[in-house]
């Protein structure tokens, strides 16, 4: 492997904020790139370092293998190219997340997001976990990037298992969305000597994790208030903490409503409501109901959104 | 959809044993179908009602849309007339699962077992897996058995869903793998009136799953002990509860071994010392350790069946 | 210690069914000892094996030390002598344990009933709940029955450490209320040779239970329902299993609304129902909401109860 | 109640550090009072705002009520008049949690920390537990700190709850010891127009809870390191955040070393090698195994604390 194509001889930097696009779809339930296009568009208007590309927003697992590739494809063009990809190529088995990983370089992706594999969680030890990550960066042209998200998967990475991949020259971070702020700590602690960076999963621990010494965040909150997300990540830079502070609490409510309260309904109904395309998801995934779509009104509004 | 591409005019009668057949993997990691079909010809001989093909025990998830096509495809080939193959066609969104079901259907599956769909678990309540159950029965060509297997997904359907769900004309049965004897009652119990059967997951619990109603099992120990199982069955068939007591007992350990305490690598090692093709796991699933193997060795022998 | 008070020189037989008694309260909160005897008048025409006094159902962490004592005291009073008294003698802390065991059987506690303790889980695994019970048993006056309740304590008692303990000469037996029948089947299995009885937690799993070699069980339901469940009980012993399985369906949903569905609150009310004691709770147990009121109604009427 | 007994016409400023001590034990498991006050002499040099007496830490659940009321007498004699006492009252019922409190305050606690009740966990809903405080609350003859610790409760506090409760004029403040750092935010956000302070509960996330808006912890690594947990305290108050970080990081380990990797067992023993006087444990509790006497002294080494 090579360390990055984006940068030969040095790590890519991936400090900043990142919304994991949400994927739009037609009435019909076939991506629609024409509403994802313009998403993009407003995007470029916001301080964004970049974007992720199916991270578990992006409902990838309801995509298939041609698709998720089609949509890294379509939002490289669409990206100014001061900004990073970071597409989420993580599948169950190494050898398809190998072969999704090759693909998706290939389709413009400057690093890639990897899940843990969790199907057979009772095998998904720590040593389980580390061979599949190494022959993935092993063999993945572009540098990867850890992605914790216990919420979906029910298993969290150890973080001795994230210490070792951390030397790996191809891993060149996590993406933590479990909300440990203890555990984020102990990896930017354990992994200082590596070039190693460390991103907040989600908007609701993203100043807590600046003061551990995270670099950034994924969030899905930034897909809605991207403008937001971006000044709160400044404030946390520039140490102005108590301008922080106060702009954090008033994201905490939103953010837990378009995550573990609502999920990616919620997400995309909020988007429409500041001016983004958000539309249907696609089926198992509902429509929220009269009572969830108020409450959701209400996560914004009484924090002064709406 | 029609009742039942086998029994027209009538339901498919699904009761007796299946083993969840493994994918055994070549060398270089390929399905190794010559391997499969040495393994069907000494299935042949057990008086098995058919194969479930994709089960979890299959590796599904390590598998791409292709390869599971394929084996079904083969496996249909191999098997004699009077047995029913049962394929596990269940994706993560309804769109997929109805693509695969057809596909499989077309391969030569009977009739379909249908995990739950969990990625967003925090949004598959009830009314979501009704509604995706209910657009995959609609469009099946083949009838439609539903799969709760909680320890992979960490859902459970719930009973009040497998209820409304039985009364729909494609969906038959329900293979449930939690092991929770109570629910296995009740959901005999309010769906008793439907021409709706249940199936035991797993062989730790078949006898107990006999007495409160259950009509058959699918489970991972009948790969190794195919005849003893049956055999199991057999002896709840036919009221003989002291004999199947006693043989219930002695399959207990070997179970949890090739299931939950080992996992799929155990079982296919099982295999290996019972005379069949069981071999390497895709990755990420690991051999089992010198320590794992000296524990698997034995749960069975100390059983009497080594 | 001494085997049993209750048999010199042999083991004494707990197979049968108990109730797991309620402590009826006053309107000011005080243990309602004329409610109490009046209840136990009326189970003595019921053919219960004897009666557990607070097991988890007796709200015995609400009950003051001595309260406890006084209980075991009254209802031995009131219990014919051919009946079992079996007393939760459980506390966290293992000297407390010893204290509460021999005040316990001076009060006249045929045998105890002891929990496993929990506040520190993750610290009681099996060998600091070996070195627990050891102790316990060793300086009990009476016999003593494991509880393994993992719906209240989040713990499993390890099956390796039930099959250790089953040797020690004072402990005779184990409640398990957890319904995992692969683990009661295994229990029984692997106890067969020591003088150990098992016994079903609840009527749910009864049936199951005694299939897989319960000789028993100590069930909520009991309190509301005893002469159905010992009819159940009678028709496993005597082997009329179809009978009993239609008798095990009726009760799932009754025995699912008084334990976890609606909890003791629920117990106490459809007591009410059928001619005993139950009333209210003490606080922070609530009553139940009108609509529960109705779901609970309804889980009794719709098996043909009420 | 009256507001305070402390500062007579304003609320009780809670904000610091305190260790919650631990009990020690004599050889024949006494409560070893010479050893406590031994270790109080020392705590006295150490800028704690306070000391918390049974909290988890404190082995409480092994205590009798009469030991318990005991140790905070003798802690009260003990300590300076500028420290607060804050005392754990909290039991399962309301009834035993009331009078344990009216105990307690007549004993010297100035404040009490009221766990959350969580045998019938099933029921602990919001309405319940809010039900519970406000009865505990209204007769406390000192003010209230709620007390969240789900990871010996499995219970959450809901945030709802939470606010609700801060309304309440005798109750100034929570404990959280979950490490969700978004909750804390969410709470100090919520609850920031009453008089209302959050204490974090450990000394991992301590750091991060001063940057949302807490004002002090209860940190069972405080008993050991306890200059060094009231430095970092300083340093987030005093807004020197990059030597903050650098502290925060050498405490992560040994913080989780004492706490959910080895428990009470092994903050004991860290005590002992610091100078203090930690001993045994009561029962069930067990003492470490060689092996995790290594991995506790390198916990701490290896952060250059030993």
């Known amino acids: 492997w090579r360390r990055s194509s984006h940068c030969a001889g040095q790590t890519l930097d991936i400090s900043g904020i990142y919304p994991p696009i949400v994927t739009p779809f037609t009435q019909k339930g076939e991506v629609d790139y024409q509403s994802l296009y313009k998403n993009l568009q407003k995007y470029n208007n916001i301080p964004f370092k970049g974007l992720v590309v199916q991270g578990s927003n992006g409902e990838y697992p309801y995509l298939s293998t041609e698709e998720r590739i089609e949509v890294v494809r379509r939002v490289k063009q669409a990206l100014p190219k001061a900004k990073l990809l970071?597409?989420?190529?993580?599948?169950?088995?190494?050898?398809?997340?190998?072969?999704?990983?090759?693909?998706?370089?290939?389709?413009?992706?400057?690093?890639?997001?990897?899940?843990?594999?969790?199907?057979?969680?009772?095998?998904?030890?720590?040593?389980?976990?580390?061979?599949?990550?190494?022959?993935?960066?092993?063999?993945?042209?572009?540098?990867?990037?850890?992605?914790?998200?216990?919420?979906?998967?029910?298993?969290?990475?150890?973080?001795?298992?994230?210490?070792?991949?951390?030397?790996?020259?191809?891993?060149?971070?996590?993406?933590?969305?479990?909300?440990?702020?203890?555990?984020?700590?102990l990896i930017v602690h354990k992994t200082r000597s590596q070039d190693f960076q460390v991103l907040a999963g989600s908007a609701g621990f993203l100043m807590a994790s600046y003061t551990v010494g995270a670099v950034g965040g994924v969030c899905a909150l930034a897909n809605v208030l991207g403008q937001e997300v971006c000044e709160l990540a400044q404030l946390c830079t520039s140490g102005e903490w108590d301008k922080a502070r106060k702009l954090q609490y008033r994201l905490i409510e939103p953010n837990i409503a378009v995550t573990r309260k609502f999920g990616i309904p919620a997400l995309k109904q909020a988007m429409e409501w500041f001016g983004y395309h958000g539309g249907v998801c696609r089926s198992p995934l509902q429509p929220l109901s009269e009572v969830q779509l108020k409450q959701l009104h209400t996560d914004f509004s009484s924090n002064g959104w709406l």
């Not at 890639?112 to 969790?118: E, F, G, I, K, N």
């Not at 914790?148 to 969305?177: M, R, W």
Request: net charge negative; proline share 6%.
């Open 86 to 185: 970071m597409a989420g190529s993580g599948c169950e088995s190494t050898k398809a997340t190998i072969q999704m990983s090759e693909n998706m370089a290939s389709a413009g992706a400057d690093c890639l997001l990897v899940v843990t594999p969790c199907f057979y969680h009772g095998r998904m030890d720590g040593s389980a976990l580390i061979h599949h990550y190494i022959q993935v960066a092993d063999s993945s042209p572009v540098p990867i990037v850890l992605y914790n998200v216990p919420a979906s998967t029910f298993l969290d990475l150890p973080v001795s298992a994230v210490i070792e991949l951390s030397q790996h020259p191809n891993i060149i971070g996590i993406k933590d969305s479990g909300g440990d702020i203890t555990r984020i700590g």
